[in-house]
């Protein structure tokens, strides 16, 4: 299995950025997938997460509004939108199958600073 993040950066308050999550090693369209992050000093928290053909999506209430994950079955990647960024954003954020199987990228760094 292998996950790779990027997408991450710098960004202002208010900004936008798109992650990305391109996945191997299964069979990516029969898994559910998901968004955590990890913030300094923090345990890992669920973002985002989709169904296996992306009917049905559930978020953290600290995103509902702001972020919408999504997929492309015929690219093996999800994808995680995030608008109205704020300092509290800034995190470590990681992809992964849903429920969890143990399975971590190395992860995309978001920095939300002015």
């Known amino acids: 299995v292998q996950l790779v993040e990027s997408g991450g950066g710098l960004v202002q308050p208010g900004g936008s950025l798109r992650l990305s999550c391109v996945a191997s090693?299964?069979?990516?369209?029969?898994?559910?997938m998901s968004w955590y992050r990890q913030a300094p000093g923090k345990e890992r928290e669920l973002v985002a997460a989709?169904?296996?053909?992306?009917?049905?999506?559930n978020y953290a209430d600290s995103v509902k509004g702001r972020f919408t994950i999504s997929r492309d079955n015929a690219k093996n990647t999800v994808y995680l939108q995030m608008n109205s960024l704020n300092t509290e954003d800034t995190a470590v954020y990681y992809c992964?199958?849903?429920?969890?199987?143990?399975?971590w990228g190395q992860g995309t760094q978001v920095t939300v600073s002015s």
């Open positions: 090693g299964f069979a990516f369209s029969s898994v559910g």
């Open positions: 992964t199958p849903y429920p969890p199987e143990g399975y």
């Open positions: 989709i169904t296996s053909a992306g009917g049905s999506t």
